[in-house]
């Protein structure tokens, strides 16, 4: 399923090739962004009235309204698997909200404030704990990866969560956007005494692109905790801005795919063999318009292709690797 916004006072749901519901936010203002939930019962939504509602996707209604920010909130994460209950906003001013639902009730956990405005923010696969990453489009454009750590009760101190924060210059101009990549370890195809052997999850890696044209592969040292930028790519080739970029689900493969999206229509798929080796420029092609965001389905099968305010295509990949469109934009 994709939900569609972009900035327009209506949304909706597409449901493989039908479009299942439509959802009237014409009184909140423009709908900036629209998250499913980890199983897909319930929908947040960004407003221009600085209100994040969740709505119920059965009975097409809003069920909470989660009121902090100050400004037109612009992005929204849900925590997956163990973290469903957890949902983080971020509004045009920099405020960011980690909001916690518990017996129905809506709390904030944390907040904190970036400089500039949030572009993107996503947490990460929950295999590496509770993570999120918030991509900043000011001057320096900083990435700003926010953990919570627990804190095992003592006699000083209750039990409860800690929330460290690493900040650091990603793209001159600013980020527009991010993806975490998976954390299946190709242990999971593998046979014979390398098992026992091999890391239980990949090595923590996130993309990022920014408004230098550039996308960079970010690397964690889970001994230092610290961010170091492994690779950097570029297509020479192609014009526009880039928009987007989101890195494929992978299921124990040991290849990495990444696609980007300009605002000229431009698609591009990046591949990289394995962890370590350098990334290539796959395949290119165009869509009629402005490409705005990519979204993959979990099994990582279908991609779609945000067009516009209110368009979108679908793609599959076929079986020498290109990609078919199986939706007209609508």
């Known amino acids: 399923s994709v939900a569609l916004g972009g900035g327009t006072p209506h949304f909706r749901l597409w449901?493989?090739?039908?479009a299942?519901?439509?959802y009237d936010c014409e009184s909140y203002g423009g709908v900036h962004d629209i998250q499913y939930d980890y199983l897909g019962r319930r929908l947040a939504t960004?407003?221009?009235?600085?209100?994040?509602?969740?709505w119920s996707v059965e009975k097409h209604e809003v069920i909470a309204e989660l009121q902090g920010h100050k400004a037109p909130t612009v992005c929204l994460s849900w925590g997956q698997s163990r973290y469903a209950s957890t949902l983080a906003s971020a509004s045009d001013d920099g405020h960011v909200i980690v909001w916690r639902e518990k017996a129905g009730t809506w709390q904030i956990i944390h907040q904190l404030n970036v400089t500039g405005c949030v572009s993107e923010l996503a947490f990460c696969?929950?295999?590496y704990g509770l993570m999120l990453a918030i991509g900043g489009f000011e001057e320096v454009g900083v990435l700003t990866v926010v953990t919570a750590k627990e804190i095992m009760a003592s006699p000083v101190q209750p039990a409860g969560e800690q929330w460290l924060v690493?900040?650091?210059p990603a793209?001159?101009?600013?980020?527009?956007?991010?993806?975490?990549?998976p954390s299946s370890s190709a242990a999971t195809l593998a046979t014979g005494p390398a098992v026992s052997r091999a890391a239980t999850h990949a090595p923590r890696r996130l993309a990022t692109a920014g408004i230098d044209g550039a996308i960079c592969i970010w690397h964690l040292d889970p001994k230092t905790q610290t961010w170091t930028r492994q690779h950097t790519l570029r297509d020479e080739q192609t014009q526009g801005a880039i928009r987007g970029?989101?890195?494929?689900?992978?299921?124990?493969?040991?290849?990495?795919l990444l696609m980007s999206c300009t605002e000229d229509g431009n698609i591009s798929s990046w591949i990289q063999d394995m962890d370590g080796q350098p990334w290539q420029l796959k395949t290119s092609w165009q869509v009629q318009g402005d490409a705005r965001r990519l979204t993959w389905s979990r099994g990582g099968t279908l991609l779609a292709v945000s067009v516009g305010d209110e368009g979108s295509l679908l793609f599959k990949e076929g079986a020498k690797g290109e990609w078919q469109q199986i939706s007209d934009e609508f």
């Open 20 to 22: 299942s519901a439509s």
């Open 15 to 18: 449901v493989m090739e039908e």
């Open 125 to 127: 696969p929950p295999d």
């Open 171 to 181: 793209h001159d101009g600013g980020i527009v956007g991010l993806s975490w990549a």
């Open 245 to 256: 970029v989101a890195w494929r689900p992978n299921p124990g493969i040991p290849c990495s």
């Open 46 to 54: 960004a407003t221009a009235d600085a209100i994040v509602r969740i």
């Open 166 to 168: 690493k900040a650091l």
